[in-house]
């Protein structure tokens, strides 16, 4: 069995038993396997997510040179991506294909500045989407980067 299999069984595991408590560890393993992000031992490296040409870098950070004034986030906040995954149980029993489906709808990293994660906390959009994002009639409905838009956080 592959690890991200393992990883999408631990989320599974977390949901049939109503609890969200290890959902952050086992959502971001099995994203930093299922894109490959791991070390040379085979573990998942979360550095390997900031800056990479595959994810998502807001106009500033691609600017920025030093490390320390960027940070790795999820682009949908991790809490509303656990919401996602504990509403698939209100259904019946969730299965490994509904997990790995909704998490390839929500979950994708971003690399943004320390000053525009600020942004971020300053609106409110830390661990939430804005309102915006469930409102059927507005343009920012279901738009994963709802929240940058919002604070206006330019995106590469």
């Known amino acids: 069995m592959d690890n991200c299999t393992i990883e999408l069984k631990h989320i599974k595991l977390e949901i049939d038993h109503g609890r969200h408590r290890h959902m952050r560890h086992f959502v971001d393993q099995y994203y930093c396997y299922k894109k490959g992000y791991v070390n040379s031992s ?12 595959g994810e998502i870098v807001s106009k500033s950070a691609q600017e920025e040179t030093d490390r320390k004034n960027v ?4 682009v ?19 299965s490994i294909t509904d997990i790995e489906e909704c998490i390839g709808e929500y979950l ?26 469930d ?17 206006g956080i330019e995106l590469v």
């Open 71 to 74: 940070v790795k986030e999820h």
């Open 42 to 53: 085979g573990n998942p490296d979360w550095e390997k997510i900031l800056w990479n040409s």
């Open 108 to 133: 994708v990293f971003a690399t943004i500045t320390k000053s525009e994660d600020k942004k971020l906390r300053e609106r409110g959009l830390t661990s939430k989407m804005p309102s915006e994002f």
């Open 135 to 151: 409102d059927p009639s507005s343009q920012l409905f279901q738009d994963k980067f709802a929240r940058y838009k919002v604070a």
């Open 76 to 94: 949908v906040p991790l809490k509303r991506i656990v919401t996602e995954l504990m509403k698939l149980s209100k259904g019946g029993p969730v």
